[in-house]
């Protein structure tokens, strides 16, 4: 009798989830739906996602929430451990490092989201064209990239903020037009898989031309590997920045960013350790975050996922 129980609850459950498969099926869901709810089953992607909205939002708040002004010295004070008028301490001239570590925030993210906008624009559109022109074209188009990928990063950094002079945004600029190069390879190879497929044939079918071909149908076809590489760009171009303030190639005084906090804490490190910890553990973390959530995305967005 419990046996024929035990079976009859088991079909029951059986045929409850295949009548909840079917329903899925017939309802049906998008790629960004089903990518969105793997998603929040990736309990660090989420983590990661949470950590980055709260830092964000802090960065954007920076102003109302610093107790003091980034600017504001106090030489007779000057560098002081943690304490209840200064949280993280001061640096050795007196700023508070809460605030520098807040406004610190908003130029790293800042730089990290622009050049990643500026890498994707122009990576997305130059890989597009060279994988739908095929041939010569795209020959010539990827050696030029290839030769750009053989020089190190730093010094085209620095000739191109040497020719348009050393400012924040010449920084967007110059950081955004490294990191192309990946993405412009990445768009290439999808574009060259998806221009034989049958919704490309039949646009030039009806005679639509090559630009609305790459903009309308190419290119949304791409975004998913596009958005998983764009957050994963981020952090690279952070650390990027980071690297350059450090060597007094990025932002320059009195603004700061993780950079150039990191570069002022190494002078004294030994005598005050608070003044590279915190600035480098703020880094640390946000990185971390940046990577759990593009390694998430990465496999939320995977085709291949949706039939596991």
């Not at 600017?71 to 001239?93: M, N, R």
């Not at 622009?114 to 022109?133: D, M, N, P, Q």
């Not at 390694?295 to 949706?306: E, I, M, Q, T, V």
Request: charged share 15%.
């Amino acid at each position: 009798m419990t046996k024929s129980l035990a079976h009859a609850e088991q079909f029951d459950a059986l045929n409850r989830q295949a009548l909840a498969q079917q329903e899925d099926i017939e309802s049906g869901t998008s790629l960004w739906a089903d990518g969105w709810r793997r998603l929040l089953k990736n309990k660090l992607a989420v983590a990661g996602l949470i950590y980055l909205v709260i830092i964000s939002a802090l960065a954007v708040l920076a102003p109302l929430i610093a107790p003091y002004s980034y600017e504001e010295t106090d030489l007779i004070l000057g560098p002081t451990a943690p304490s209840l008028d200064h949280w993280l301490g001061t640096d050795d001239l007196g700023r508070d490092l809460f605030t520098r570590v807040l406004f610190g925030s908003r130029v790293s993210l800042m730089v990290g989201l622009l050049s990643t906008l500026v890498s994707v624009i122009i990576g997305v559109t130059y890989g597009a064209v060279a994988g739908y022109a095929g041939r010569r074209v795209d020959g010539l188009m990827m050696r030029f990239v290839e030769i750009l990928y053989s020089l190190p990063f730093a010094i085209l950094v620095i000739l191109i903020m040497v020719i348009f002079g050393r400012s924040i945004y010449n920084l967007f600029i110059a950081l955004g037009a490294i990191q192309w190069l990946v993405m412009a390879r990445i768009v290439r190879g999808q574009v060259v898989s998806l221009k034989r497929m049958e919704f490309v044939e039949a646009a030039r079918a009806v005679g639509v031309k090559p630009i609305p071909i790459i903009f309308r149908h190419l290119i949304p076809n791409t975004l998913g590997p596009v958005i998983v590489y764009a957050t994963l760009t981020v952090p690279a171009v952070i650390l990027e920045e980071a690297f350059l303030s450090f060597l007094g190639l990025g932002i320059q005084p009195p603004m700061s960013s993780w950079g150039t906090l990191i570069a002022n804490g190494v002078q004294g490190m030994d005598a005050y350790p608070w003044m590279i910890i915190y600035p480098c553990l703020t880094l640390m973390v946000t990185l971390l975050a940046l990577n759990f959530l593009g390694d998430g995305l990465r496999d939320a967005l995977d085709p291949k996922a949706s039939k596991d």
